[in-house]
């Protein structure tokens, strides 16, 4: 872990074959060839700036700094997700609250041609060992719109606790969307998540 660093970044975890890293100048090729063709499927769910809070987009370069500089910071941690060693998506922990809160949220997105390999949920697992464990964060939520079915069945696999409808959370796709939120604190995954996860799939 970097001196006094408190979430340790840059960071590198595997659970083989998913990983995570840092997003590299050198992904750039392959990080728009994938969301070039996941385009139509991630519209719907990623959030946006509302128009009257609409800034230029940035640059993958800009991109890379940003994330950089926010892990250096203890801001966020945002992490490029692989498989096999290549790009396949990305996950991060935003809105990280330190003092007596002590608790992030989740989000992610993977390649659709990679879905049904258990990347998602392996990420996610790893992410939260790494945020109660190492880091020292209590609460992780991931909030989710009611009709993504596919995110909600990762977090159903990793047993997540569903804390309801928050009703207009985000702006996506051209309007406030409501979503489920879900959510675990260390205390629920007292062996790891990534534990229970691989047990989970021995017993299926």
């Not at 385009?39 to 990623?46: D, P």
Request: hydrophobic share 40%; aromatic share 10%; charged share 25%.
């Amino acid at each position: 872990m970097r001196s006094g660093s408190r979430l340790g970044w840059p960071v590198e975890l595997e659970d083989p074959p998913v990983g995570l890293r840092p997003l590299r100048y050198r992904d750039s090729r392959a990080w728009a060839e994938i969301r070039t063709r996941n385009a139509e499927w991630l519209r719907r769910w990623e959030a946006t700036p509302p128009p009257s809070s609409a800034s230029p987009p940035m640059s993958f370069r800009q991109m890379v700094r940003m994330y950089s500089a926010q892990g250096r910071a203890d801001e966020a941690l945002s992490w490029a997700v692989t498989y096999e060693g290549r790009l396949a998506g990305q996950l991060g922990v935003s809105n990280i609250v330190w003092g007596s809160a002590r608790m992030g949220t989740v989000g992610y997105w993977v390649d659709g041609a990679l879905a049904g390999r258990g990347i998602t949920p392996t990420a996610l697992a790893l992410t939260v060992d790494y945020c109660f464990f190492t880091v020292g964060l209590h609460r992780l939520e991931v909030n989710i719109r009611p009709e993504n079915q596919a995110s909600l069945r990762v977090v159903e696999k990793l047993g997540f606790r569903d804390e309801g409808i928050r009703e207009r959370l985000l702006h996506i796709d051209g309007d406030w969307r409501d979503h489920r939120s879900f959510a675990l604190t260390s205390e629920d995954v007292p062996d790891g998540l990534l534990t229970r996860w691989h047990e989970s799939k021995r017993l299926t």
